[in-house]
């Protein structure tokens, strides 16, 4: 969740560059960087750490000019040095970038044969190095940025500043954030409107697919397919918020938007994205190999995405995993070996009775790890281990980007166990993690089936009871797809193991019964349909969430299907939170429900 500032400017802007990239500082990063056009060329000050090493620099060589593009990084591709801090550049031009670019080996590999050399270790010079390809073949900035965009996959946004024009920034949208600001003869760009708030009131945010061209009069913006459009313009509240709802109508929906983002800096964070491994950032005090039994404790969300990784532990590490919530957790009185492992999983770092279980396995002698999104919070602190999730703040109080964020940090976690233990080789652990970085952009094409559960949300409004079905790590998805509805729309819903549903839930199944069955195609996916054949002989309403194959081969009439993108399954609960997400937020909006703080909820529970 790197942070992306430009500014067309009067005067010297690179003190104002740095000014917006403190406003996104919440954001987390390891280093930063600024570049201007000093007379028409290309100069950069770039520094590790802080942006106060970025001030001293500025401070020892200034820059004045006035058109300048800046960003603050967190590591993905490379280590977090000044060598591989944007911008960027080559004698054409800088870039700055935020997300990951799945295919950046492939494209690198082709660029060396033609003899281009690489300066650093990231994915990001891929871009610089491909667009300058495309101007030293004649092409214009705003034709070469046209011609590469389409070779890049995965969700990203750029921003780019060119030698020798200083009055053009161009920039692009896949699948992460980046918003336009206007002024009296200046334009500005940056990862959200919190960044820009100190220049201008008046913002433009870009849909997906969108790239922008800026000069000091203005804006031209174009689609994916390159035909100009237009895009709304919004008033902001100038510095009013930490964090902005951009865009969005509620927090709840710019989180779920952010995910794709913030699901790509976390994977991106565990797994070494060059030589296609997990590289845990972590000290761990223990042998994944000499574990007899993982034990795993978490309340809410946080406890479906404990049971999501109960699968994965199990599947891909072998290593048995006993699970409960918290809150009995705390007074089972769990006989625990001294030396085993305890993993515990909160979004905030203080709920009450994870950190009682958590003083309970550390007084058994467990090993501590804990999932969090908050690094300084009491869990955190009193743990041995802390595998943050870095989703950023999350403001609204149904989780969204937490849970998927914690599920890319679990299912990275069960890789590292795999590899450890010896059940995963060296090519599984390639293909596993080939999977988690298509995440990102498997969450951007879910994303577009937007406008299609908000029609479908119309309907589920008008239903008392929903029922949710899956099998596998689709099961504990549907325990999260309940919980959602009935937090946010007071809609009562309940999830189920498919397997289950004959023994008991069938009672309740009739015409007026909406089930949302999630079942990517999967080694159980003919189970799951005869669940569904169940659900059709009795007039029961089947929403089917799955890929294309599950529903040309469901073989049962359904009142819509959500087509999910094809993936490899062991990613599917992470992409599929996305329509579960969308469907339980629309409902409540259509109901006119308070969706970002629903009634009796609070974000953080830090009483029994």
Request: charged share 25%; proline share 5%.
């Amino acid at each position: 969740m790197c942070g992306i500032v430009g500014i067309l400017g009067k005067t010297a802007v690179a003190s104002q560059v740095v000014d917006a990239l403190k406003r996104l500082e919440y954001r987390g990063y390891d280093s930063a960087g600024v570049a201007t056009l000093e007379c028409g060329r290309l100069e950069r000050r770039r520094a590790e750490g802080k942006l106060r090493n970025l001030e001293e620099k500025l401070s020892r060589a200034p820059l004045s000019g006035a058109i300048g593009i800046g960003h603050t990084r967190w590591a993905t591709h490379g280590r977090p040095n000044e060598t591989n801090a944007h911008p960027h550049a080559t004698d054409h031009l800088a870039v700055v970038h935020n997300g990951i670019i799945e295919n950046f080996r492939d494209l690198k590999e082709g660029l060396e044969a033609e003899g281009v050399r690489f300066d650093t270790e990231t994915d990001t010079e891929v871009v610089a190095q491909l667009v300058t390809r495309e101007m030293r073949a004649g092409k214009a900035p705003e034709e070469a940025v046209a011609a590469v965009l389409p070779r890049l996959k995965g969700a990203f946004a750029l921003g780019f500043l060119f030698d020798g024009r200083d009055d053009l920034l161009i920039g692009a949208r896949h699948g992460a954030p980046l918003a336009i600001g206007y002024g009296d003869g200046e334009m500005f760009l940056g990862s959200d409107a919190l960044a820009l708030a100190p220049f201008t009131d008046e913002v433009t945010y870009l849909e997906d697919g969108d790239w922008v061209v800026l000069s000091r009069g203005g804006a031209t913006i174009y689609d994916v397919g390159n035909a100009p459009v237009s895009r709304a313009r919004q008033k902001i509240q100038p510095g009013a918020y930490m964090v902005d709802k951009g865009n969005h109508r509620h927090f709840m929906a710019k989180e779920i938007h952010e995910q794709p983002e913030v699901v790509g800096r976390t994977i991106a964070h565990y797994v070494d994205l060059a030589t296609g491994t997990v590289r845990l950032p972590l000290d761990l005090p223990f042998d994944f190999k000499a574990l007899k039994r993982l034990v795993i404790s978490a309340c809410g969300t946080a406890y479906y995405a404990g049971l999501v990784a109960q699968y994965w532990f199990e599947r891909l590490a072998r290593l048995p995993v006993e699970i409960d919530v918290a809150s009995e957790f705390r007074y089972r009185e769990m006989p625990l070996e001294p030396g085993e492992l305890a993993l515990f999983i909160s979004q905030s770092g203080e709920t009450a009775d994870t950190l009682a279980s958590l003083r309970y396995a550390r007084a058994e002698g467990q090993h501590i790890v804990s999932v969090v999104n908050v690094p300084t919070s009491t869990i955190a602190r009193e743990s041995a281990v802390v595998a943050p999730t870095l989703a950023g703040p999350e403001i609204g109080v149904a989780s969204t980007k937490a849970f998927t964020c914690q599920l890319a940090v679990l299912l990275s976690l069960a890789v590292a166990a795999g590899r450890a233990r010896g059940t995963l080789s060296a090519e599984d652990e390639q293909r596993l993690v080939k999977a988690l970085v298509s995440v990102p952009s498997l969450m951007s094409e879910a994303l577009k089936h937007e406008h299609d559960i908000e029609l479908l949300s119309r309907d589920l409004a008008k239903a008392t009871d929903v029922l949710y079905l899956g099998r596998g790590t689709s099961y504990p998805l549907a325990l999260e797809g309940a919980l959602k509805l009935k937090e946010i729309s007071y809609i009562h819903a309940e999830g189920y193991a498919a397997g289950e549903l004959k023994h008991g839930p069938i009672a309740l199944i009739d015409e007026t019964m909406p089930v949302i069955v999630l079942a990517p195609h999967d080694a159980i996916f003919e189970k799951t349909v005869s669940n569904m054949q169940e659900v059709a002989a009795r007039g029961g309403r089947i929403i089917l969430v799955g890929d294309e194959r599950a529903a040309r081969e469901a073989s049962v009439e359904t009142w819509t299907t959500l087509t999910m993108p094809a993936m490899d399954p062991i990613v599917a609960p992470i992409v599929y939170a996305v329509p579960v997400q969308l469907l339980a937020y629309h409902t409540a909006v259509f109901m006119g429900k308070d969706v970002d703080q629903p009634r009796n909820l609070a974000k953080s529970v830090t009483v029994e």
